[in-house]
């Protein structure tokens, strides 16, 4: 593809392969098997990780239930809870670096982003420390004169947290810390593809002093691993990340318990562009929605919905940023979007396009993989779609790549229609001078997040999450601890005896 920014291989130092143990009670424990992990951009190894199964599942998950059951820490005061988050925090930051480039070489992602990422998970859990101190429950004063009435907040027990791979440290610590802060104990399971950044966080857990127990860590695939995880009796909750197909998988195997689910899946999160939009600044904001993390995200804008009058600008000015993009090795410090997580994952973001293509779509840009000089991994170009309609599987599947469907609309109504019009509602955009214009169209529009003139902008004091088929529950903000908590309720007499109920 000609004109676009590439960042040939450089010649950073890699570090030595790591090895990836389970962490069950404490103690950090192989299995007889191992598997690999090679680097997507550089194809060299990364990691050899411990291949748990389900003994290994069995053994973290009844040394969380001792740890929850037999053991003080879910009555620690907050204050003893937060100092220990704030601690892990310190640490995380005094071992950014090495989290950041592990998380580059099993991920792909930008080395730029990676840090980033590392120093907003540390922040998540400072957050969450707060919150340890300040989560309280209920009282009523107000149920008559006998009586006083107290909702205690109570953490829900063990839970299950299982990740994904394209943000393996950000993502574990929108969950663990506020699970912590709640009181529970858990288990642990990072993608098969990106395990090693959750070992080191393991590591850095047991340096801060969390007894033993309280977070366990197994390696290993979704199944056996994760699938125990879901169906296991002294499992409390369920907190999943990942593809759509999977939460439903697990919400099967987890019906037989009735355990608590909380659900983080997948996005087709649109972008509204009315005529009267700064088509500059969303143009810029539709290409970091579309390329960040290569587009391997649940919030990817990879869905443009814009007014046909200023179509063809829109559509012109994205591609004009979008040659400007710096695609390339991870490594390298001016990268933005580095590689594709696998040669699978590549091959099917490329379906998506030559299916797009056969059903009509015109290409505006890319549309095929994407040679970095000195580097054997897998690249995708930077790829958008104009002229999709939305019938097009483009316009309504998770792609999860860096291609861009470009859609348009005539009224308000169509817009909300064509916006609603999927399965997914994680998040959503609009972009319009008017603010009524935004308001009325993030009111109608069914999504769990909506940006008005902005994209992706987060913050820990805001929850995240979805609606229709991109989740259930929240992280993040005060909300993010109260998923991990039970409500007590406590009624009291506090006067002297009782009417009698039985009469004579
Ligand atoms: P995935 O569903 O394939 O895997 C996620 C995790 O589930 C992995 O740890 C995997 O080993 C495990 N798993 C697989 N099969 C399982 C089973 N039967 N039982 C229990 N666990 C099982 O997802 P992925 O490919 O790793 O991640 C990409 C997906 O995650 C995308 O759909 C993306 O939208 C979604 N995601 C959502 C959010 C959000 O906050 N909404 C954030 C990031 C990613």
Known sequence: MKDLTVIDATSAVMPDPFTGRHLIDGIWTGSDETFQRHSPAHGTLVSTSARGGKPEADAAIAAARRAFDDTDWPALSGKARAMLLLKVADLIDARREEIAVMEVLESGK???????????A???????????????????????????????????????IITPWNFPFLIVSQKLPFALAAGCTAVVKPSELTPSTTVLLGEILIEAGLPAGVVNIVLGFGDPVGARMAV????????????????????????????????????????VVFGDADLDAAADAIAFG???????CCNSGSRVIVHQDVAEALSDRIVALSRKVAFGDPMHP??????????????????????ARAAG??????????????????????????????????ARDEVFGPALAILTFRTFDEAVALANGVDYGLSAGVWSSDMHTCLQFARKVRAGTVWTNTWMDGFPEMPFGGVKQSGQGRELGRYG????????????????????????
């Not at 930008?110 to 907003?120: D, F, L, V």
């Open 110 to 120: 930008p080395i730029s982003q990676a840090r980033a990422e590392i120093e907003g």
């Open 122 to 160: 540390a922040d998540l859990w400072r957050y969450a420390a707060s919150l340890a101190r300040t989560a309280h429950g209920d009282s009523h004063n107000t149920l008559g004169p006998d009586i006083l009435g107290v909702v205690l907040r109570e953490p829900i027990g063990v839970v299950s």
């Open 232 to 271: 296991h009796e002294a499992v409390d909750m369920v907190s999943f990340t990942g593809s759509t197909q999977v939460g439903r998988r697990i919400a099967a195997a987890a019906s037989g318990t009735l355990k608590k689910l909380s659900f983080e899946l997948g996005g087709k999160n649109p972008q």
């Open 290 to 296: 579309t390329y960040f993390n290569a587009g391997e």
């Open 334 to 355: 001016d990268t933005q979007v580095g590689a594709i997580i696998s040669v699978d994952h590549q091959a099917k973001i490329a379906g998506y396009v030559r299916d």
């Open 361 to 394: 779509a015109r290409i505006a840009l890319g549309g095929e993989a994407l040679d970095i000089p000195g580097l054997p991994g897998c690249f995708y170009g930077p790829t958008v779609l104009a002229g999709v309609t939305p019938d097009m599987t483009i």
């Open 481 to 504: 601890l109260e998923e991990f908590t039970e409500l007590k309720t406590l009624t009291m007499k506090v006067t002297p005896g009782r009417a009698p109920w039985v009469r004579g």
